[in-house]
């Protein structure tokens, strides 16, 4: 098969098991890759009601067919699993040098079922699989693990690996590949973990077969110069995502004190230009990056090397956690990455717990001391204790909605989530479209799906007509690059145009897609993974789309959009308005008119066969 590994591994932790399937090659052409096979396998292979953290659980791990080629940043990866973190549909994706690997191995799905009795890493050498023991590895931090096994396995294998947080099953555990680069939200670690896989060691000798070898060089060396003559490459190469903190603040968006202001004073102390200086010691990139992003730095008062912080990472363990020094925020990053956290989450549930200590929803005899935002010490306390499930963070580790749960006031009004999953790094109570990008994300509040905020500044963020259209169309295209195994960043940030991927495409795999056929391809899963929420959760719909309390009840404390508000009125014209363009009922729920239109009737008969009346 042209573009493709061509195989999926099977890999059985409870029985020892392996198989090696040829990929269906009209699975290929119908879902594409990565996200595409993960959704399409989730369905079809998990039984509704699983526990996520039980043997029947199956972690997916793929990438598309651009990866490893000669296209522009072919790097990406995804894993997916019913998520510990939300009980639905869970994915993320990463970066690195992983995806090329797993392809010249010959791979473009790997499926771990079961559970190990003993902590083991998945050891592949091409079509030598093996589950080796790990107990020497268990307990050691995710970089560190990394290290370790280069060091016995040899330069040539990627690996991806977890920290201490997985293996405790803390919910918001990341995939670490690449000395830095996360797999980082819905727990996909703590799906590794609760398999007792400590790592996946991967290398690949083979070719990967193009349909049109020569056409995909040319093609391959065009889209490179293009990036190339991007007028704003070089902002981007130098600072990534790094140089966002201070537009993000300007223009009010900056999660800040958990979400109360969307205004950090001192936000210039995070800015790319202060963390080049102060940190970065080189740039890095994915495989095959014409803009590499990562910033690898030495954080010198604590003596430390970490990759990043990014902008996410900026944003809610510097802003939400009240930290205007930038070494600071580098160190907690070093200590997520080392544990194996997601530093979104991470930086979220500890804002939400300085918040609820500072209102006496949190005693100092619950804390186990006094936790005070902007205090390195309460930070770094709360992650230990989190990644250690020790006192109060057994609690936090369940995640921030689970936390104020069991906190109870008024807690679950400022625990800042959607359907379980922490919020992303923009405060948008200013940004309607925004907001409901990440309301309506089928993974819970994340960007990944769907980033609208420079759309509410261009078009005005008290008109709404419009903004609904705006979301489900990004909703299509940003998840798309999550089919084909490529980044999405040179589209976003350097202005890359979407027009070249389809015919690359073309030449790499063979398929004749249009750019119209592509998007559908994408929507057809974004209609899948809503079935799959809904086959889990009986209730599920409309109230599992509202943001947190705080956004509709509390107003922007400071900065430029100090006073503003969402009103629920304009989330449920928002919510209205997309539901009726996605086809859904008012209720959220996919119409049986909208699945079969999109070639989903299995998802109809199964959903039926669970009691859903569609
Ligand atoms: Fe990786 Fe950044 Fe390049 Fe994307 S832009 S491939 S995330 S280095």
Redesign the pocket.
Known sequence: MYGYGGNILRINLTSGEMHIQPLPPEMARQWIGQRGFIAKILWDELKPGIDPLGPENKLVMSTGPLAGTLVP?G??VSFGAKSPATGIYGESCM?GHIAAEMKYAGYDVIILEGAASRPCYIYIKDNQVEIRDASHLWGKGAIQTEKALKDELGEAFQICTIGPAGERLVKYACISHDFGRQAGRTGMGTVMGSKKVKAIAICGQQAIPLADLKATVEKGKEMLKGCFAKENLDEWQNY?TAGVPVWANNIGAFPTKNFQSSYLEGNENLDGKVMREKMVVTD???FG?P????KYCYVKPYNVYTEGPEYETTALIGGNCLFTNIEQVGYLNYLCDELGLDTISAGNVIGFAMECFEKGILTKEQAGRELKFGDLASFQYLLEKIAAREGIGNILAEGVKYAAEQLGGDAIKFAIQVKGLEWSGYESRSAPSNMLAYMTCDLGAHHNRAWSVTHDIAVGRRVLEGKAQKVIELQHIRPFFDMIGC?R??WV?IGFELAHYPEVLRYVTGFDYTQDDLMKISEKVWHLTRAFAWRELADYGRKYDYPPARFYEETVTGGPNAGDIISMETLDFLLDDYYRLRGWDKNGLPTRQKLAQMGLDFVIEELEACGRKL
Do not use: H, M, V
Request: aromatic fraction near 0%.
């Open positions: 940043a790097g990406k970066g990534g890095k990139g994915c990056c803009s590499p992003c990562g980044c960043l040179q940030e």
